[in-house]
């Protein structure tokens, strides 16, 4: 026996978005860029930095391409990669949905605060730096940087909830300021003479572990911000014509993170000197740029912020529309499924705003889960890829708008087995970067195993349905194909969600 979930057939987000939009949400990945870089270099050498962020950058872009035809396909599936996990393995176990929701949701809801403390940080130590005093929430000891933290927290909970229009606006100025640095540096090897290749190492084997290892316990970590750009997913149901402005959106993001992966390291790397970016693997910018002219310090670390402020406002726009998909899916507690007035899910964004307040307050160092996030994260992206698998071997007369070779049906598996193959060495190699441990694992192997409970929950509980292993087959017919037809053309009808929401 199968039911649509209540409010499964209409989402009710407004379609206002263009591609251009879209690769604008993608700015905060190469954002990201300016968190990871700075310890990478520090730790193995801006050569080998280059390298495995290349590697990691080629690897997401494909991944795109791979999510350009599972988002045509499922156009009105709120939720992004995730929702495409539960169409591929649905038939096979339910239960994955859950499991890629929570596993994509957390790792993006906890880097909150980080990016949140990142910002207090980079304020105190460039306009206040004598306020180093800390007070102590019993588990915790807090001082100005996460204060700030929480400041900026809550705005940007307050431009999300207010509605995508104002959301899309601040991504447009933030995302100015970051493309200043990422040029700049990414330009440096052609205009900057202090730029020297001798100051690129390869320092792969100082680990003290194979270097295959250290490869991978780095592309593990790396992967965390490389992969974002499929965010880009998760708001496919927004755009105005869902083929053309989708398709563009995740492939011109793709294309975009590789040239600036590899540039800006190379750029930058050929700047500073290996050990001084390990003693400051984030500030450390600040100085460079402030040698290029004056004043370019207090640019440079406005840049910065602007670039952590980008992340943060996207990441709780795509952390919100995961949770309230998988609640219209049935996925989860059907609380999280509502809209507010501004037409987002403002109860979803709530709770990122809630948890990422506990962490900061009571955590303090919110690097302390970074490994539980990544585990999840890239859960998530086995089962998608391996969902697009299913779904080319189970629905192969499916209407697909945006169809790929049937040789990228290799690709994908190849890429499964990459992000399985960083899973479980990456996850187990936390000695070599230093991220994360033991503890950590059991944290993310804690927050798959609630997304089970809640999914038992909403089932048995809120539906009061029998508890399903999997899901019929649906059969192929000409009016769903022909329906599926009338949502990617860029013209308003769309295909009904119930062919693909039973639960």
Not at 15 to 27: A, E, Q
Not at 154 to 175: H, K
Not at 262 to 279: E, W, Y
Not at 398 to 411: D, K, M
């Amino acid at each position: 026996m199968t039911s649509t979930p209540p409010g499964a057939t209409d989402h009710a987000y407004e379609k206002t978005l263009r591609w251009w939009d879209g690769f604008t949400i993608s700015l905060s990945i190469p954002a990201a860029l300016f968190i990871s870089l700075g310890y990478a270099i520090g730790f193995i050498g801006a050569w080998a930095a280059l390298t495995l962020l290349a590697a990691v950058a080629i690897i997401a872009c494909l991944q795109n391409f791979i999510y350009s035809e599972m988002a045509g396909m499922f156009a009105d599936k709120v939720g992004g990669i995730s929702m495409y996990a539960h169409q591929g393995w649905k038939t096979r176990t339910v239960l994955v949905g859950p499991l890629a929701t929570y596993g994509y949701w957390f790792a993006w809801s906890s880097s909150l605060a980080i990016y949140g403390l990142q910002i207090g940080q980079l304020v105190q130590a460039q306009w206040f730096p004598d306020q180093t005093w800390t007070i102590s929430t019993g588990t915790a000891e807090i001082g100005l940087p996460h204060l700030i933290a929480l400041g900026v927290l809550v705005l940007g909970w307050a431009m999300n909830v207010l509605g995508m229009r104002l959301a899309m606006w601040i991504m447009y100025a933030t995302g100015v300021l970051v493309l200043i640095p990422i040029v700049t540096f990414a330009l440096a090897p052609f205009t900057q003479p202090d730029w020297s290749i001798a100051n690129l190492h390869w320092s792969m084997g100082d680990s003290g572990f194979p270097q295959w290892q250290t490869a991978i316990a780095w592309m593990f970590v790396l992967a965390w911000s490389v992969y974002g750009i499929e965010s880009v997913a998760s708001f496919v149901p927004e755009f105005k014509n869902t083929v053309r402005d989708t398709r563009l959106a995740l492939r011109v993001a793709g294309i975009f993170v590789i040239a600036v992966y590899v540039l800006v390291p190379l750029g930058l790397g050929g700047l500073v000197d290996q050990a001084d970016v390990a003693a400051n693997p984030v500030s450390f910018y600040i100085g460079v740029f402030g040698g290029f002219f004056p004043g370019g310090d207090i640019l440079m670390t406005v840049c910065l912020i602007a670039g952590l402020l980008l992340l943060m406002v996207m990441t709780t726009a795509d952390g919100g529309r995961v949770l309230h998909g998988s609640a219209l899916g049935g996925l989860t507690v059907r609380q999280l499924g509502e809209l507010n007035r501004f037409k987002v899910p403002g109860r979803a964004m709530t709770l990122d705003l809630v948890i990422n307040v506990v962490l900061i307050l009571f955590v303090g160092e919110a690097m302390a889960v970074i490994v539980a996030g990544i585990l999840g994260y890239l859960i998530c992206h086995v089962l998608s890829l391996t969902g697009f698998i299913n779904l080319r071997r189970d629905r192969p007369n499916a209407h697909r708008p945006i169809r790929l070779g049937r040789h990228w049906v290799a690709v994908a598996a190849v890429l499964a087995a990459v992000d399985a193959v960083l899973i479980v060495i990456g996850a187990l190699s936390s000695e070599i970067t230093g991220y994360g441990g033991p503890r950590e694992l059991v944290i993310g192997v804690l927050v798959l195993s609630l997304s089970i409970a809640l999914y038992v929950y909403r089932r048995r509980v809120q539906d009061k349905l029998p508890f399903v292993w999997r899901e019929p087959a649906e059969p192929e017919t000409a009016d769903m194909v022909a329906n599926g037809a009338a949502v990617n053309n860029g013209d308003e009808p769309r295909e009904p969600i119930a062919q693909d929401a039973r639960n």
